[in-house]
């Protein structure tokens, strides 16, 4: 209660400070450099205020208030004295704010007769305590206040006045005559004790010391250091620099409920442990104990003496954030009180082990929030989609992250039956988030027992989702796994969460599994998904029944993707409030998708396409889907962050008018220059031009292969011969899957019967050394690089990797050595850019289908390799 009154004062401080003269009636009688008027919400009811904030008084003397005036804000000037008659002619007077000013002299009387004064700041002023010791009847007439601000007066480290020369530094008796005070905020000092005199305010349950928003330099706490305040119900002695507490400090408190001992990092766990001992017997409810260690220390290890006298409290939460935790020994999760319900370790360097299998004996527990170090993740742009992490993580460093890449497997669903390990949570608890804990593993591989559970958040992690099924969360309804840079999703992996409401599977790279997916095998069992969100996993096309079964979805987020085909069935997801497909690179809309998202409007009013950030086309071609844009109803009125593409220049548009003008200009254009004979003529230039194409299109490889089969000849009379020396005359790049045409056909044309000494990466590259290592060796120290490009070459990640160290070494040497071997005929549109623009240079010889042609494509291909 006392907290949140103290919350109420704070508030309606700052709420009236900022307050327009349109509020209320102004006071005529009110000095010119203040603003008065009466408020009826602030502060309660009929209360007169007079806002004289940041106005530079320096005396309050000349200051010219209505003798009615409730609340008096002073705050932001450069008052310096408080005199005796300063505030006597306001009797009313409930709330005085002087906070922020240079008051260092504070005569006895200066508060007289303010019997109704509840709230009174003096922060962040020059008000020595010694000076409250001088003048022992300062407080004396006010028998109201609940909430005095004392903190930021510069005590820190200052002695204060006693009676008792035993304890020097005891807070003085002028506070004694405050019987109403329950807030008090003071600078904490040095090896300080509140006095006997405190013993008397009954009403006095919140007690704040912190360096956070004052001076605190407590240093020790001793068992007398809160004797004569036993009715505190919260204290925070956060940032104080406290190093060491007595077992029976807090042993005087049995009311405390909340406990803010944070940012004191020379504690440790050992000293807070030794403390908690004075806690037994109270009260205790929440537990504060955030950054209580220094900053990057070697190990930091819980153990079971550090929390051995939390086991008989009632404690319900505990924060033990930014603490660098690396170890919790077992049998500690055990001591923890059944009654904890929130436990919060967040940015830790915590690995799992044995103590995870203990969560299940905190039989109270409903919300878990763990985290790591975070660490900051590159998101590759959409020319390196294909450079990835592997599937295994070979050492996690303290403050660096080092990753040993690993040749992918082919095809990846060969992998073994994964080994299922049970993992059993609180039976009570529903809310899990873990991020940047280093998980590496296959989430499928640990089945999760709790029929509690709810809400799960594993982004930010390194999981791997190619394999299996989940299982154990058929009553969750949220599930973040976006931010683990995975590169598969298992068609199985959500067969179980039939209770899915909300699904985050963001930045990660599931570009090929959700194309290939057009049956909505991934997503097939979750009728009850509300919300999918698919930002940035590089998806070029969303296609065909994907969303299947996802009959309740409601929001559909794709964007910040790459997406130039957006076609999937959408006519069945009835329930569709919003279609996010911002900053994609769309440039139209299909009809069939145009129809399909017309018909559920009709269903659901409020639906609506979200298309900022895309290169539409504004071209007559283009114009009956800028104009469904404009008519259907689905575009939001603000449309800043639209544009079109009109002759390579951006139009942006902010709103539906612009765009209705846009169109409107547009339509003159296009039907003003069409005619009969127009149409007629592109017709017929369309049709030979489709026929001219088509037979390019047939015969292209054939004439590729003819083509440069006379350039390399004429090459092998015109070259000087390379005086370099090389280890091997060709770095073979290929896909595992076209093995065979490099050991039965390459290695016997050219090796056995041209004796050409070829570099097979399966037979060649050193064992032991990484494999980025053996590429660039292998790349260096050969006169050529031969590339047979396939379409499982361009699905490999160690393929594209060798292509590009290649390309380097050309630029780097000055050498041509690339050969590019189109094996097979791959769709132009399945190249990446950087491997088009090779074949566009005429960089390649293709492979030629006919059997009389191969004789020529070998000897062409050796008279490239061989030394000229």
Request: aromatic letters at 10%.
């Amino acid at each position: 209660m006392n907290t949140f009154l103290l919350l109420v004062f704070t508030l309606a401080l700052k709420a009236t400070s900022t307050m327009t003269n349109n509020e209320g009636d102004e006071n005529e009688s009110c000095d010119r450099r203040c603003h008065c008027w009466h408020d009826n919400r602030s502060y309660g009811r009929d209360k007169n205020i007079a806002n004289c904030s940041g106005r530079g008084i320096s005396s309050l003397q000349d200051l010219i208030l209505p003798t009615n005036t409730n609340v008096i804000l002073l705050e932001r000037n450069n008052i310096n004295k408080l005199r005796n008659d300063d505030f006597r002619p306001y009797h009313n007077l409930t709330h005085l704010d002087l906070g922020t000013n240079e008051i260092s002299i504070v005569e006895e009387r200066a508060f007289g007769q303010l019997y109704q004064l509840v709230f009174l700041n003096l922060e962040t002023n020059h008000i020595a305590l010694h000076v409250l010791c001088q003048n022992p009847q300062l407080f004396q007439d006010l028998v109201s206040l609940k909430v005095l601000k004392l903190n930021d007066n510069g005590n820190g480290s200052k002695s204060v006045c006693s009676v008792d020369t035993k304890t020097p530094n005891t807070y003085p008796d002028v506070f004694h005559w405050l019987v109403s005070l329950e807030a008090l905020f003071i600078d904490g000092i040095t090896n300080a004790t509140f006095g006997l005199g405190f013993s008397n305010l009954t009403n006095f349950t919140s007690l704040t010391m912190s360096g956070d928003n004052g001076q605190c330099t407590i240093g020790n706490l001793h068992n007398t250091s809160f004797e004569h305040v036993p009715y505190l119900t919260y204290l925070d002695i956060s940032n104080c620099s406290i190093t060491d507490i007595e077992a029976d400090t807090f042993s005087h408190m049995p009311n405390i409920q909340t406990l803010n001992i944070s940012s004191n990092m020379h504690l440790g766990f050992t000293k807070l442990g030794q403390a908690l001992y004075g806690l037994q017997s109270s009260n205790i409810s929440v537990l504060v104990a955030n950054r209580i260690v220094l900053m990057y220390p070697k190990c930091v290890v819980i153990k079971q003496e550090d929390v051995q006298y939390l086991n008989n409290t009632s404690l319900t939460r505990l924060y033990v954030d930014d603490n660098s935790i690396r170890k919790i020994e077992p049998g500690v999760l055990r001591l923890l009180p059944n009654t904890l319900s929130f436990i919060s370790a967040q940015r830790h360097k915590l690995g799992y082990g044995a103590y995870f299998q203990e969560l299940k004996y905190l039989t109270g527990l409903k919300y878990l929030h763990l985290s790591g170090v975070s660490y900051h993740i590159d998101v590759p742009n959409r020319d390196m989609l294909e450079v990835q992490f592997s599937d295994e993580v070979n050492g996690i460093h303290s403050m660096s992250w080092v990753y040993e890449i690993q040749p992918y497997t082919y095809p990846y669903n060969t992998t073994p039956d994964l080994l299922v390990a049970n993992l059993t949570l609180p039976p009570n608890l529903t809310k899990v988030h873990s991020n940047f804990t280093q998980l590496t593993n296959t989430l499928a591989s640990v089945r999760i027992q709790s029929d509690s559970l709810q809400h799960v958040d594993l982004s930010s992690n390194l999981l791997q989702f190619r394999d299996g099924t989940l299982l154990g969360y058929d009553n969750v309804t949220f599930l973040d796994l976006s931010n683990n840079l995975a590169r598969w999703l298992s068609p199985d992996l959500f067969q179980h969460c039939v209770s899915l409401e909300v699904l985050n599977l963001s930045y990660n790279f599931f570009k090929w599994d959700i194309y290939n997916d057009t049956d909505g095998k991934i997503f097939r069992n979750l009728f009850r998904l509300k919300q999918l969100h698919l930002t940035s996993n590089g998806l070029e096309q969303v296609r065909g029944m994907i969303f299947r079964n996802l009959t309740s979805l409601e929001i559909l987020n794709l964007s910040n993707n790459s997406l130039y085909n957006f076609s999937p069935e959408l006519g069945h997801l009835k329930k569709l409030k919003q279609i996010d497909c911002s900053n994609n690179q769309i440039h139209w809309l299909m009809s069939d998708v145009r129809r399909q998202i017309s018909a559920l409007k009709l269903v659901s009013p409020n639906l609506t396409l979200n298309l900022r950030g895309n290169p539409l086309r504004c071209t007559c071609w283009n114009l009956e889907t800028l104009s469904w844009l404009l008519d259907s109803g689905v575009t939001q009125d603000d449309m800043c962050g639209y544009f079109c593409l009109q002759k390579n220049q951006r139009r942006y548009i902010k709103n539906k008018d612009e765009f209705q003008d846009l169109l409107s200009e547009m339509k003159t254009k296009c039907f003003a220059s069409v005619s009969f004979p127009l149409c007629t003529s592109a017709g017929i230039l369309f049709f030979f031009c489709v026929v001219i194409v088509g037979l390019v299109r047939r015969y292209r490889w054939k004439l590729r292969y003819l083509f440069y089969s006379a350039r390399l000849r004429y090459k092998s009379d015109h070259n000087t011969p390379d005086d370099g020396y090389f280890m091997h005359d060709a770095f073979i790049s290929y896909a595992d899957e076209d093995r065979g045409f490099v050991v039965n056909d390459m290695q016997h044309h050219m090796e056995v019967n041209d004796g050409i000494n070829l570099n097979i990466h399966h037979r060649d590259f050193m064992p032991g050394e990484p494999i980025a290592s053996n590429i660039i060796g292998a790349i260096q120290n050969s006169r050529k690089t031969v590339v047979v490009l396939s379409q499982n070459f361009l699905h490999s990640y160690w393929c594209t990797y060798e292509l590009r160290m290649a390309q380097m070494e050309s630029i780097s040497s000055g050498r041509d050595i690339l050969i590019i071997i189109m094996f097979e005929p791959v769709p132009a549109k399945n190249i990446p850019p950087e491997i088009l623009k090779l074949l566009h240079t005429d960089s390649y010889i293709a492979y030629p289908s006919d059997e009389e042609d191969r004789e020529e494509f070998w000897r062409c291909l050796c008279q490239s390799v061989r030394p000229q």
